[in-house]
């Protein structure tokens, strides 16, 4: 089992930044890939980016392409979304997901294992 933990989440202004942290503990591989959902009000929760094992492979939702950057950090085994010039749209509950092994289905939601309980982004306008 692996146990992941958000944080970083909070009230930010049109135009602003904020870093989301994932730490992730328990029985972690170097093959360990993590992603990032969100999930607005009333909506279906969505793929935001996912970030291999080895930190080399990135994808993004084109939403966020060019103003999001997921990253990893081995030693610590926590990955982060770097988020700036957010927009209203933006505002919603991240998750951080993982799972064992890469798939080419990372953008589902039904093929991570493991989940965070969640932070929230609000980006007031």
């Known amino acids: 089992q692996v146990q992941l933990v958000e944080s970083g989440g909070g009230l930010v202004q049109v135009g602003g930044s904020l870093r989301l942290s994932c730490a992730a503990s328990?029985?972690?591989?170097?093959?360990?890939?993590m992603g990032w959902f969100r999930q607005a009000p009333g909506k279906e929760r969505e793929f935001v980016a996912v970030?291999?094992?080895?930190?080399?492979?990135?994808f993004y939702t084109d939403t966020v392409k060019g103003r999001f950057t997921i990253s990893k950090d081995h030693a610590k085994s926590t990955v982060f979304l770097q988020m700036n010039a957010l927009e209203p749209e933006d505002s919603a509950i991240y998750y951080c997901?993982?799972?064992?092994?890469?798939?080419?289905?990372?953008?589902?939601?039904?093929?991570?294992?493991?989940w965070g309980q969640g932070t929230q982004v609000t980006v007031s306008s």
């Open positions: 970030i291999s094992g080895s930190g080399l492979t990135t």
């Open positions: 997901a993982g799972r064992p092994y890469w798939t080419t289905s990372y953008k589902f939601s039904t093929f991570y294992d493991d």
């Open positions: 328990g029985r972690t591989t170097d093959t360990y890939i």
